[in-house]
């Protein structure tokens, strides 16, 4: 991309609507310059604009976002087929197993949210399309990543905010470079209360019918009732069998 076909405005107002999160749902302007790295003066500007056309909600103080802002992340869904095609399946498995299954992606360091099937509620956050989760501890995240080059998931890493979420959380670069060689060779990530003490979880990869991985699957499960050791036991199977009734169906 030449120099000139950049737009810096639109790039400045994205980083502000990224700033808001589940943790940070009420924003001021000084939060906003700090959390952008922009000047308070840009961040006003940016928020003013956003409550202008109607994306955001300003009290004189704070400013949240409105529904309005859902537009901008139906678009993909509504765009790309690949949340449509694997819902059904992901249902039907949630079913089957009596537990909760998901789908999602890559995006940079962190893994989105695409599609999802929810028996019960096995994490302390409420888990829907458009959610986040790093990459490096997730469980969907780990398969993605091992799909790729070494250089390229090594950089990745590189770029991550690799902090533990419990004791057990990997963060070392080394270790994570040796389990993602060990999930590429065995075809499939476990993830043992990495992310949330409680919570273990299990993900293949999704294959398009060019052999390209484009997505993730997985099934997670409260460590109480299903240990990790035994989740591929219970769950691998199942999740195999929708990755390859997927397959034929993904471009």
Sequence with gaps: MQETDFVSGFARGLKVI???????????????????????????????????LGYADYDGKFFV????????????????????????????????????????????????YIARASQKRVMSINLMPGSRLPAYCASMGRVLLAAMPDNESLALLKQSNLK???????????????????????GFAVIDQELELGLCSIAVPLENDRGRVVAAINIGAPAASVPAAEMADRYLEPLKSVARLLKSLLR
């Design 18 to 52: 990224e700033a808001f999160g589940e943790t940070t749902p009420r924003l001021a302007i000084a939060d906003v310059a700090k959390a952008t790295g922009l000047d308070r003066a840009t961040a006003r500007r940016c928020l003013l604009t956003l409550a202008e």
């Design 65 to 112: 976002l409105t529904p309005k802002i859902l537009r901008l992340g139906h678009a993909y869904l509504s765009a790309t087929p690949l949340p449509h095609i694997v819902q059904p399946f992901l249902d039907k498995l949630a079913e089957e197993v009596h537990q909760s299954a998901s789908a999602s992606v890559l995006d940079g360091t962190e893994v989105v």
């Design 164 to 186: 533990s979420f419990t004791p057990r959380t990997l963060t070392d670069p080394i270790r994570l470079m040796e389990e993602l060689a060990r999930v590429r060779e065995q």
